[in-house]
């Protein structure tokens, strides 16, 4: 069997996708017979004629003619480059995109790849994590697949879903994730996924920090910690069912995000677990984010403004020691 | 030249454009409808001229605010308007959008959000995806004034629609001021109409007071984007006889605009080619008037008289997918 690393499972979502649906077109900067900035659609080009274009560096113009496909019966899936410049078309995207069906009924099926976070030497400007930005506004479903399988089945599902999906597909996971197989464990994408058991303490987290925490409860299990880790895998909505379940078996939250600290997916989730789940805590939610600084470009100092195994075991520590 | 015929039904359009937004302000005035009303007063040629170009079931029309002409000529029913302004739950918006933010998308009129310059690339997308589906893309249109044209959105759009070859229509409506803004704060290049060559496609102009220049210019465009040349850049010249809003008295206009020929209303200017036209007479267009009178009242009567929407019905769905919690 060969390995099948994650922007692998990304391409052939989009192969998979196109060949099923005659309406599937990609639009995005390079990403023609070049095959993208990371490859995720080498030989589409080649494969699926006139239906992989490559566009002007106009991610506001990108957008909207996206809503515009959208409009006429088409599923455009449009790829940012890096899911920084997807601010240069927040706009056509918040404004537009995501209000359509409200205002007018018309649903908008669109896909915009945000290809995000943090790798070592990015810099400020191409390893942000934008899932709560996307999130903040009405009319967007945002994903954040962690694993290579549901890289393969939540961008098919973004795809046939009748609403804007902001697709947050992780960097580092593009080819450092290597699986067997795609198959995945057919779970809707709008349910979390326990991706590891505990009793002392849950990690609800998502994207890369999913592998960090997962580290970090292998690190602490060899003390007799039993962590939990829930990989939300959909940032938005967020399934509270399976969030608040983990805390009835554990009692004790630590909610894990890449992105900034200032509200976010973190924040949403402390505040599930503080407004639902009072009763099944036995200490104060935690959060543990990245720095509240631009993101730094030299390695070692990107390494610190990140959560890390380390730091998540840390946080850990003193969640389990309340 | 413009046929007698054309000129009518487009002064006819016109006219009701402009009784209808009188109707909607006297409305405003009394109190009777929620945020701004905006007219499209001094516009109604350059409109109503683009929407009679355009073909409705083919071709694509994404008005902005003051095109309430142009929305009528594409077979917008007149109670559209006062619906929307009304919030009323049977008009396109169903009280979730207001005033000039209405449309119909899936019947080729893309529904305007208020910032500036982002409906065109919604038209290219539409026309892309026709390509892409092999049918008939039609020729898709468009409007914004001179203070747009300072966005990026134009921008994108304008050379997104050239680099795809699309069959898109810009009409630049210049009425010399962009809200307070005249356009000397705008831009300052000799003549907005430059800018196509800068995005290498067919660039055009003509008195956007002037019924029959209008009819004639935008007609050649809309041909020639029908006809394969890409996308066509309209820049019309005219000023705007209102305030930016109902609520803007337009006090900072300078008046040697308003006397000079700029400053005619187009209104007048079609009615005087009507005649020389011989497409009516006087007696001809007394009745017309009486007509659209007629459909002003049962528009208003109608959308004044249809339900509101229920605060405790809605569903408050963003989404079409339903997800559980
Ligand atoms: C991006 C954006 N910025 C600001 C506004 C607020 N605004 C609405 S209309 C308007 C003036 C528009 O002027 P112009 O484009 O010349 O059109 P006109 O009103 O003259 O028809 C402004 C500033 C907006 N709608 N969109
Ligand atoms: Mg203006």
Known sequence: MSEINYIDAIRKALHDAMADDPGVFLYGQDIGAFGGAFKATKGLYETFPGRVLDCPISEDAMSGLALGAAIEGMRPVIEMQFADFSTVGLNQIINNCATHFYRTGIPAPVV???????????????????????????????????????????LREAIAIDDPVIFCEHKLLYRWLKEDSIRGDGLPWHRARVARVGKHATVVTHAAMVHEALRAADQLSEDGWEIEVVDLRCAKPLDRTTILGSLARTGRLLALGEAFPFGGVTAEVVSIAATEGFELLDAPPQRLNSRDTPIPYQPDLWRAHRPTAESIQAALRRLLAF | ?????????????????????????????????????????????????????????????????????????????????????????????????????????????????????????????????????????????????????????????????????????????????????????????????????????????????????????????????????????????????????????????????????????????????????????????ATMAGEIADIVATATATAQKDPLPDPYAETWQALKTSCPA
């Open chain 1, 112 to 154: 915009f790849r945000l290809p995000s976070g943090g790798t070592p030497g990015s810099g400020p400007f191409h390893s942000q994590s934008m899932e709560a930005l996307y999130a903040h506004y009405p009319g967007l479903i945002v994903f954040t697949p962690a694993t290579v399988a549901d890289a393969y089945s939540m």
């Open chain 2, 1 to 285: 030249m413009t046929s007698p015929d054309l000129l009518l039904k487009a002064y006819c359009t016109m006219l009701l454009a402009r009784r209808l937004e009188e109707k909607i302000t006297a409305i405003y005035r009394a109190g009777g409808i929620a945020g701004g009303v905006y007219v499209g007063r001094g516009q109604e040629a350059l409109s109503a001229a683009l929407g009679h170009s355009l073909r409705r079931g083919v071709d694509i029309f994404a008005p902005l605010i003051r095109d309430q002409a142009g929305r009528l000529a594409f077979g917008e029913d007149p109670a559209e308007g006062p619906r929307t302004y009304l919030g009323r739950a049977t008009g396109p918006m169903r009280g979730r959008d207001g005033n000039v933010h209405r449309g119909r998308p899936s019947e080729g009129m893309p529904a305007m959000i208020s910032h500036l310059g982002t409906m065109t690339s919604v038209v290219c997308g539409m026309l892309l995806a026709r390509r892409m589906q092999g049918r008939e893309t039609g020729v898709g249109a468009t409007s914004l004034g001179d203070g747009a044209t300072s966005t990026g959105a134009f921008h994108e759009g304008l050379n997104l629609a050239a680099v795809e070859k699309l069959p898109l229509v810009m009409v630049v409506a210049n009425n010399q001021y962009a809200y307070s803004t005249p356009t000397s704060r705008q831009f300052v290049c000799a003549d907005l109409v430059d800018k196509a060559v800068g995005y290498g496609i067919q660039g055009h102009t003509c008195p956007g007071n002037d019924l029959s220049e209008c009819l004639n210019t935008i007609g050649k465009a809309v041909a020639d984007a029908r006809g394969g040349g890409g996308p066509q850049l309209i820049v019309a010249p005219f000023l705007r006889l209102s305030g930016h809003g109902e609520h803007d008295d337009a006090f900072y206009v300078d008046p040697a605009l308003r006397e000079g020929p700029l400053g005619r209303d187009c209104v007048d200017i079609a009615r005087e080619q009507v005649l020389a036209s011989g497409a009516a007479d006087e007696e001809t267009l």
